[in-house]
Every structure is written in C-alpha cells, then in structure tokens.
C-alpha cells in the first residue's frame, strides 16, 4: 500500500470527535484541522522530533510548566505517529485532516484557515521564517501567509467559491510538500552527495 493511500485510510478512521476530546486538554485550544497543521509543520519544517514536539506544544509537560494530561498525550501520539511516518515516507504524503466535502462551504473553509495559522505556527516554534527559504519554498510559504487572510465572515455558498476553495486546499498541500522538500529532502540529497 503507497504511504499516500495509507494516510488517507488513516485520516478516514479518525474520529474527529474523540480528537477534538483530547484536544480540549490542550492550553492553546487548537481546533481539530489546526492541531493537524502543527503537525505538518513540525514534520515539513524538520524537527528532530516532531511527534514529540506538537505533543509539548500542544500538552505542555510538568518540566515547561503544564499540567499533563497523559491519558490525552497518549492518545494524541497514536494519532500522530503513523501520521508522521506517512509525511516521511519515500513517497511524501502530506492529506490534510478537514471536514468531508459533505460539510458546509463555510466550514471547510475555516478548516483550511485554521490548518494553514497550524501549519505557520509549527514553522515560527520551529523558527523558520520565508527567509529561511528559498525560490519556489519562500514564495509559497508567503501564499500561505496570504490563506490566513481568507474573508470567511463573507463566504456565500456559491460554485465559484466551492472552486476556489478545492484549489486552494490543494494549493496548501502542494505548499506542504514544497516546504518539505526544501527543509528535509534538499538537505538530505546534499549530505548524500
């Protein structure tokens, strides 16, 4: 099975109610989409640790600070981990955990929003910046700066609108993969040579 067909299947037995259960123990109160950004983010952006890193962040262990949840830590790793292998695996599968096509437009929407805030924040804990980039990964990482400048309080239901947000979701995966590609696969190749 190709590590893309995997996530989607992984992404598909998510029950997104019980993950937004485990998500409420968290101080940042990162919606379910927002939560899978960082996770992206911290995988994309290179982090030695990435599971364990949106793990602190989201769940701040008793060392920073916070007061664990471990039951929800627990379950919040099951999630991630196959997740992360997924992001990394040869064939580099970044699916975005959003709401099904079946949902409003307005919601769908938002979910994009709040995976793209997810996906930025996990680049600035990471401290990367655009000019941390470069070519085609700057520019990108700039256009999704732009996605969270979405007007979503004057989203009609429209097939114009249903149009623009299938591209910009897939816009926002492909974004993913560029940033990936510059910060993990780039570096990689390099020390290969």
């Keep these: 099975m190709t590590d893309a ?8 037995d998510i ?5 937004a259960f485990y998500l409420e123990a968290s101080p940042l109160n990162p919606t379910v989409a927002e939560a899978h950004g960082m996770l992206c983010g911290v995988v994309c952006g290179a982090a ?12 701040p262990s008793a060392a920073a600070g916070g007061t664990p949840d471990l039951e929800a830590r627990e379950a919040l790793r099951e999630i991630a981990e196959p997740l992360e292998k997924a992001v990394r695996g040869p064939d580099l599968a970044v699916e975005m ?21 997810g996906f930025l924040y996990a680049m600035g804990i990471l401290g990367i910046s655009e000019l941390d980039l470069s070519g085609e990964a700057r520019e990108v990482y700039r ?3 732009e996605v969270t400048r979405m007007d979503l309080e004057h989203l009609e239901d429209s097939e114009e609108n249903e149009q623009a947000l299938m591209e910009i979701t897939e816009f926002v995966r492909v974004a993913a993969m560029i940033i990936h590609d510059a910060r993990v696969q780039a570096p990689q190749q390099m020390k290969d040579a």
């Design 15 to 19: 029950d997104d109610a019980q993950l």
């Design 48 to 59: 030695a640790d990435p599971v364990a890193l949106w793990l602190e962040q989201l769940l």
């Design 97 to 117: 955990l959003l709401p099904q096509e079946s949902a409003a437009l307005a919601e769908r929407a938002t979910a994009v929003y709040d995976w793209v805030r």
């Design 5 to 12: 067909r995997c996530i989607k299947e992984h992404l598909t």
């Design 143 to 145: 256009d999704l700066a």
